[in-house]
């Protein structure tokens, strides 16, 4: 009988294919931080509470939030990921960020770059910045 292996980076490239991803540092909650980019943005990002990750580190396990917004009548998205529970985090490379920002869209850097720059206007907002594959070292971290 074949051993089926599971391929993390073919499962890596097909989910963040036509994406970019906006760091963001805030002090500010989940829930607070999507309200204010959904009066912002005109959006309506929205918890799941079947979409979580889940992390399991020595005898705790940790859990971080996904919101998404899904265009109507497209295949278009965001998701925003919170970084952080606690001490943990989702992202050892990005510890100074406090939430990440995907846009899948139909341009998806040019998006993100309008994203980030909006998001520096919140004053809520430390830092929104436009984030490359090589600054993320642990992106199957965010599958879902």
Sequence with gaps: MA???????????????DT???G??????????????????DINFERDPDQVIS???????YYFPIYQYLFPNS??????????????????????????WMVQTASPEIDAMDIARELRNIPDVQLAQVLTGDQLKNLN????
């Design 3 to 17: 051993k089926l292996v599971l391929d993390m980076a073919a499962m890596q490239e097909g989910f963040f294919a």
């Design 20 to 22: 970019a991803m906006v």
């Design 24 to 41: 963001i540092a805030t002090a500010t909650p989940g829930y607070h931080l999507c309200w204010m980019l959904n009066r912002h943005f």
């Design 55 to 61: 992390s399991q580190k020595k005898d705790n396990q």
């Design 75 to 100: 295949s278009h998205k965001y998701l925003l990921y919170k970084l952080k529970n606690g001490a943990e985090t989702l992202l050892p490379e990005a510890k100074h960020l406090d939430y990440v």
């Design 141 to 144: 971290n965010l599958l879902m």
